[in-house]
């Protein structure tokens, strides 16, 4: 949530922290600004999209090497001016930017106030501005570690201090910040994106690293406010994996990337028709292996409730899903026989690294399937899948969600293989048909002009369901979610028996219901429940697999999906539903990839 930049070198700060910010505008886009330190701190700060910004900074055009930018998603105060980052304290000594939330603001706030200070904002970070400056000793990293302590809550902070117009400072606490080490030239951004078109070797900033930013070189500190070492890293990431190449929307450029990432995912995990994972469990972990917890947040959590129905059924142990928010504060029974899966694509989200870390303080084993690299929920964990999906910028998620279901696949039939339920021979065949989904969802694309037919139909309707049963109910979650995320048209997904306990009330003449049917021991009972919807005056828009007969005559529109084994079809049936959400918000006319209220990354709770 909300993105960070800033430089230090030899060139003007003000164009590289604006392409910086277009780079995270999909962190938050309510307002952003930029303080450049040359002569002086001049800091521009405008309402609304990147572009506003831009606008004023031509007018203005602020001459400095040094610099921070900020684009918000708002937590505490409107979106507006007064709110926007960067906040300079009452006496001039800081001007920052602030990801996260300050929880205590308000009792600083209070006593920062009794002793004079005035505030311009109703933000939480214009409250770590005066604190800094109230106790501000003449040293920027004593009194950030000194500000630190006085903090309760998550921020990474990117400030510039009065006296030191040749450094920036930053410091961080459960939110993600990075430095990018370039020739003469260093870059501060909260996610990788931002700097990659200038340099791939970063150092990964720390809880409670406090950093000192110089155009030749960094110094960290640890609380103590001792030096550390700080390892540079080289980023394995492509500066194309951020562009749209050619497409209208990153959204629809990652739903066409979605092969690849599957393949990608899913390719390194098998060797000559077995698995091998990445990391190993404890000895006699899987034997011992009672329960199994996967914990994680909207469309992260619908791969993990299609993983329950997989891994139940094919391995044998029992499979809890949990939403993060409501995990970590149900007071879970965990022992060290449970391994708590925690899915994540960003692997940055609050709520489910507070799981994680909940889930080590009661002695489960944890595993994370996480895409982005070196982020904290994969270095947190015992164990990580990484899903090799590239950047997903797009707000609404659908490579990496394709890829999340490409792991859980591939952990399903190893933990079955480990329990002695898979001989050889059945994971042979299941991970070579695992490595022809790919080409099943290469097939599932061409259904995008049947799909944007439909999506005609739709566009105006005031509502929608999406129902099915078995392991196309939680697809119905995720069609619903990603329509309803996008196209702001309001929609539920349901399992289709489910219905009739209340929510078929709701069902009258046009009401748009999508029906998946991909389970061929269950089709029958869907066609009935098609048949209700239907004589309540439903328009039915059924999702099936190729060569499913008796369709046609039920519904209004088919989506006919290439077939699969039960397993695998979630990947394939993903496709159209991303794609009905997707042209259903461009025929709208809405910014498919940066939909109202929304971040990317949830790194408050
Ligand atoms: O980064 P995460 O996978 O942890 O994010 C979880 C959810 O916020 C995310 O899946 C969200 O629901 C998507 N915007 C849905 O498209």
Redesign the pocket.
Known sequence: MCGIVGYIGEKQAAPILIEGLRRLEYRGYDSAGIAVSGQKVTVIKEKGRIDNLKAEIDRVYPVGTVGIGHTRWATHGIPDRSNAHPHSSMNGIVTLVHNGIIENYIEIKNELAEKGYVFKSETDTEVIAQLFDSLFNGNAVETMIKTAARLEGSYAVAMLVKGFSDKVFTMKKDNPMIIGAGDGEYFIASDIPAILPYTKDCYIVKDNDFVELRKDGITVYGIDGEEKAADINSINMSVDAAQKNGYDYFMEKEIYEQPKAFHDTVSPLIKDGSITLPFEFPKGFIKNLSRIHIV???????VGMTAKYIIEDMARIPVIVDI?SEFRYRNPILNENDLCIF???????AD?LASLRESKARGAFTMSIV??LYST?ARESDGVIYTNAGAEI?????K??MA?LGVCYILAAFLAHEKGLMGDDILRNFTEEVLTVPEKIKKALCSSDNTKEIARHIKDRQSMFFIGRGIDYPLCL?GS??LK??SYIHSEGYGAGELKHGTISLIENGTAVVAIGTDDALLGKMISNIKEVRARGAYVIAIVKEGTKGIEEVADKVIYVPCASRYLMPSITVVPLQLLAYHTTVLKGFDVDK?RN?A???TVE
Do not use: M
């Not at 994680?296 to 619908?302: L, R």
């Not at 797009?394 to 659908?398: F, G, K, L, P, R």
């Open positions: 994680a947040c909207g469309s992260a959590y619908h993060a899915v994540s694509q960003s692997g940055e989200t489910t895409n982005v929920i797009a707000v609404a998620t659908t990496a969600l999340q995720e979610l990603k995320e996008i939909p929304l990317k990354s949830v």
